[in-house]
């Protein structure tokens, strides 16, 4: 059984899920670079894919690295939490490969996903949109005028220091 | 110019935060005492447990350095233990995690011969049959751009020149605000999978506001403190919209509370304000969305 893990949490999570799972030789994990020596030295059996990227998996980008042929029995993602909030880029990706995916939480559970999930939290998100850029942008005005504000503050005082430090 | 230092590494001291934790604690102990690095001393900080924590680590451990703290400070307990330290490196512990036992000779050896490296970032893992058995030896450091405080080798100076891990902090970003400052200063920071920790994970978790509030507001501050302008005005736009966005989707408001409270102290923060070369700050890869992934 072919087994790809998109690593999207830590190693810790990810030796927590190799130690439930086993069978190393089936195992492929999706990581970025810097940790691909260390996975690599853990799992010796198991084939370590490179993200090339320094941003956070992009679900255009992991199918077009791990390739988007449906050849995965199972495609375990790694969360940070207990429910999977949070985590959407990640399980967009993970659906481009396969119909049906696993979330593997810091309980050490599964859950599992469909297409049709991805399809409703789509619709889902659509829908809140206009509540969200507007929220956002009423948010923005106030936040931008206090962190000027305290910018302004920042240099105002280090002008002042170094007034006095040239009269001192 | 790069930092580097003329401090040879010998003395190394092991410094473990804990609070309430007594039962992981003692295993970690049970383990660096048996350590063969010969000349390590190990401080305990406690963060004012309520349980016998004090009582059982004198009574089990008397060799080992304690100090009691009046109140549960947060990463504050750190830099106690961080000052109080009399070696030229420091390892930084949590009470649930414990390096491999030769780890501490390995980071020993990458500092001496590494003299601008600041930090040795050890490899981080959960102690699992295979995650203990298959470690590699002399596997050459690469340059990294973050750390994890539940195993990490400092040299002490570094704390001079590039400032302790910021208190206001209380849980969580505290070790990339200091990797970000210690690089600024000049130094490197070194991994290798060579230099292995282990780092027990809880059996149950239960939703905690703690991280997701915690995370959020110390990335605020992080921000503001560390990344040039451009970067800083940009990524606190991202972080308001990611606040909004995921409290709505998420249906909670401790991303919203978080953020009022970041804005709150905007101006004490921004005293502290010490923002990374630009030419570095490129080198880091903070992904700021990750943060919204700790509620529940």
Known sequence: ?168 | MGEKSINKITKVSAVILTWNRKDDLVETLSILEKDPYPDLEIIVVDNNSSDDTKETVSKLFPDVSYIMLKANLGITGYNAGFKAASGEAIVTLDSDSYPHKDAIARMVAMFNKNPDAGIIAFDVHTPTPKSIKNIPEDVEPQEVYGYHGAGAGIRKEVFQKAGYWHDPFFLYMNEMDHAMRVINAGYKILHSPSVRAFHKSSAVSRPSRNGAYFYLRNSFWLVWRNFPLAPMLWATLQLLHLSVRESILQKTDVYLEAAKDAFLNIFQVFRTRNPIKSSMFKKFRIPLNLVFSRWE
């Open chain 1, 1 to 168: 059984m072919r087994i790809l893990v998109i690593r999207s949490s830590s190693v810790e999570r990810l030796d927590a899920l190799m130690q439930t799972i086993g069978g190393d030789d089936t195992t492929e994990i999706l990581t970025h670079p810097a940790l691909a020596a260390s996975i690599q030295a853990s799992y010796p059996q198991a084939r370590v894919i490179e993200y090339p990227f320094s941003s956070p998996f992009e679900k255009d980008k992991v199918s077009q690295i791990v390739g988007s042929d449906k050849k995965y029995e199972r495609v375990i993602c790694l969360l940070s939490n207990i429910s999977g909030k949070g985590h959407w880029n990640i399980i967009e990706s993970a659906l481009l490969l396969t119909e049906k995916i696993e979330l593997f939480n810091i309980n050490n559970e599964f859950i599992a996903l469909t297409a049709n999930d991805l399809k409703r939290e789509n619709y889902r998100r659509i829908a809140l949109l206009p509540g969200i850029i507007s929220a956002t942008l009423l948010i923005w005005v106030p936040a931008l005028i206090l962190l000027f504000g305290a910018l302004a503050s920042r240099i105002l005082n280090l002008l002042l220091r170094k007034f006095q430090n040239g009269n001192g």
